[in-house]
């Protein structure tokens, strides 16, 4: 069990400020009398003290206090680009930010959990020892701030008021990380202190730079306290490793989600999208997905629009499955970001209106940025995450240079985007979930979607994603587990973790339950009898997917029953494909839909393997596989290891008949 404040709070014990009058005192002489004006309307003591201990411990040349305010907010723009963090690109209010060539992504090997003696973590993560940590911050934290400016600021991870919304600091000497944070999340100050009293906490993040050298990224760290829910972040300037609001305080939500607040709420790496239906209704679906594996572009074929990477859900008095998006913008990927595909997106990026971060991109000599496979000409030459860029250029192993890299991305307020429903997103009822996915990077073995049979069924499908490695991880290789696609961010043992999603979708106070689906949009061809690696369908695809999903959540179509979950019948799909404009050959749909069923079970003895080694999985886990299995080798000592979507129905139907006698 995660108890909190327990050990020492290492902010505190490094930056020595142990009361109200000590704080206050530093502030006199630490910051300007504006500075000191804007901290005095700060009634919480406690984050008082965060925040003079910071000031104490990273010693800044000088103190600004982000109150959320017009002049603030500008006042950043403007001190980024005096820093050089950011430079202005030719359309007004976009700039580009480059982070150092040799941090392109989340520092996986260099980012510890703060742990206590015989505190558990997830098997899929890494932890450091409080006394270890204490030792480290100290060492490398202290003064780390001298010569820069630190930035305080106030936000909160939803909108204002809502039940699973939490109020945070971000304290840290990067203007473009206090930037992005102006841009993806709501301002609190005026509310900090209500809230906090609402909620009974609030997380603090404290970040430098440091010099901003390559030489210092190997004693690069990223540290979550969890105790104290408290994050460190030394010498990197990737979003996603020092915008600790996001994925550093996500993993504080999914603590508090598992071990303080079991049966109420879930924190998940999820999409939230609205899907018109019949008649003009609303649908809103969340989904989970890996970074990089289509989350964002998921979320923008929905008619409603909330939000692309993240979500708080909890159960409301009515029974019903609420969510709101933390975040009012998108951190986004831009690989692939086309007209055809993205054209909201691409609209916000391609004409003036909307303030916008680029990171990582080829700018050209016209200053216009540049990425790949966004569907137009490049240019031969320009500046990128390298530096200096050429066609043709290489690294020092004579690799191929791309102009962008594959995490180049994007920061944007989701007001500028033309499906997002700023009412629902703001809204802190939040919306109503009927339908959850999950998904990875899967080329060879589940179909596009499938519906779990019951919530049990539906947390394994959670529980068994499984994806290819994506470029928004440094030093990640091959194929990997990624259990709901919130691996990377789930701190205490899986187990816990797992027992919390049964005991939440089976709870009794969930009136109205969610559908859940398997969602995989990267079969290829030469896993289905062809060859290559191209994809069996596209982006727009996915619009159907979430599209049958709708209906099914509503009872309007039929499926055809497996031993794994619910698929889609021919004609379903033929008819919502027509709608987007497309063909949908049944020779596709039995590409797509066919059963490899060897496959299949080699997946659920992989990961009924892997979870076997783990202490305390909930035994329902393996009850679900073995049900599985055994459906499966059934179907197989009938029809053979490839089973087609006739032979699929015929032995639902004779399932059935055999029920019914």
Not at 41 to 48: P, Q, R, T
Request: charged fraction near 25%; aromatic fraction near 8%.
């Amino acid at each position: 069990m995660l108890e909190l404040k327990k050990g020492i709070d290492i902010l505190a014990g490094v930056g020595g400020i142990s009361t109200l009058d000590e704080a206050e005192a530093l502030f006199e002489v630490r910051c300007g009398q504006e500075d000191v004006a804007k901290l005095s309307k700060i009634a919480n003591e406690e984050a008082l003290l965060k925040i003079a201990n910071a000031i104490s411990m990273t010693d800044p040349d000088a103190v600004f206090v982000n109150t959320g305010s017009d002049a603030d907010v500008q006042r950043v723009r403007e001190m980024s680009l005096e820093k050089g963090e950011e430079r202005a690109l030719a359309m007004k209010d976009h700039t580009i930010h480059f982070d150092l060539a040799q941090e392109q992504a989340r520092i996986i090997d260099r980012t510890f959990y703060i742990v206590n003696e015989g505190e558990g973590v997830s098997v899929l993560a890494q932890r450091i020892l409080r006394d270890e940590a204490y030792d480290y911050v100290r060492t490398h934290m202290t003064g780390i701030a001298k010569g820069k400016t630190l930035l305080v600021g106030f936000f909160s991870r939803g909108p204002i008021g809502a039940p699973a919304a939490i109020p945070a600091l971000e304290i840290t000497t990067s203007t473009y990380v206090m930037h992005s944070a102006n841009i993806l999340y709501r301002h609190v100050y005026e509310q900090f202190d209500e809230e906090v009293q609402r909620l009974g906490l609030f997380l603090t993040n404290v970040h430098s730079e440091g010099p901003n050298r390559p030489e210092d990224l190997p004693k690069a760290r990223v540290f979550m306290d969890r105790s104290w829910l408290t994050t460190f972040s030394t010498f990197c300037t990737y979003a996603g490793n020092t915008l600790l609001l996001k994925k550093g305080n996500h993993r504080f939500a999914v603590d508090l989600a598992t071990y303080y607040r079991r049966e109420q709420e879930l924190s998940e790496h999820m999409f939230i999208t609205g899907v018109t239906g019949r008649g003009g209704r609303k649908t809103f679906c969340a989904g989970a997905a890996p970074s990089g594996c289509g989350k964002t572009t998921t979320a923008m074929v929905g008619t409603d629009f909330v939000g692309d990477d993240l979500a708080q859900l909890w159960i409301a008095e009515d029974g019903t499955l609420r969510a709101i998006n933390p975040e009012k913008g998108i951190f986004g990927i831009v690989r692939d970001v086309n007209r055809k595909s993205d054209p909201y997106l691409m609209k916000v990026l391609r004409e003036e209106g909307a303030e916008v971060i680029w990171t990582n991109v080829l700018i050209d000599a016209n200053k216009v940025p540049h990425w790949v496979g966004n569907g137009e000409e490049h240019p031969k030459k320009g500046i990128n995450f390298q530096g200096e860029w050429w066609e043709g250029k290489t690294d020092e192993n004579g690799k191929p240079i791309p102009l962008s890299n594959p995490n180049a991305r994007c920061t944007v307020d989701c007001r500028f985007i033309g499906n997002y429903n700023e009412t629902a997103a703001e809204d802190p009822r939040g919306v109503e979930i009927k339908v959850i996915t999950y998904s990875g990077r899967d080329s060879d073995t589940m179909p596009p979607v499938l519906v779990a049979k019951d919530p049990d069924h539906g947390v394994v499908i959670g529980a068994s994603v499984l994806s290819a490695a994506t470029a928004t991880e440094v030093g990640a290789k091959g194929v990997r587990r990624q259990p709901w696609a919130n691996e990377p961010f789930i701190p205490g043992p899986l187990a816990d973790y797992m027992d919390a999603q049964f005991v939440f979708f089976n709870s009794d106070k969930l009136k109205s339950k969610p559908i859940m689906a398997g969602l995989n949009y990267f079969l290829t061809h030469g896993a289905r009898g062809g060859e290559g690696d191209k994809l069996l369908g596209e982006k727009r695809d996915v619009k159907v997917w979430l599209g049958w999903l709708e209906l099914r959540a509503h009872g309007d179509v039929d499926a055809i029953e497996t031993s794994i979950g619910f698929i889609p019948k021919y004609e379903d799909l033929k008819e919502l494909f027509a709608g987007i404009g497309k063909e949908y050959p049944k020779a596709l749909y039995d590409q797509q839909f066919v059963f490899y069923v060897d496959n299949i079970l080699a997946r659920i003895n992989l990961q009924e393997a892997a979870y076997r080694k783990e202490k305390n999985i909930p035994p329902r886990l393996f009850e679900v596989y073995a049900e599985q299995r055994k459906g499966l080798e059934a179907l197989k000592a009938r029809y053979g290891p490839i089973v087609s979507a006739e032979q699929l129905i015929e032995a639902a139907e004779g399932e059935t008949l055999q029920k019914a006698s």
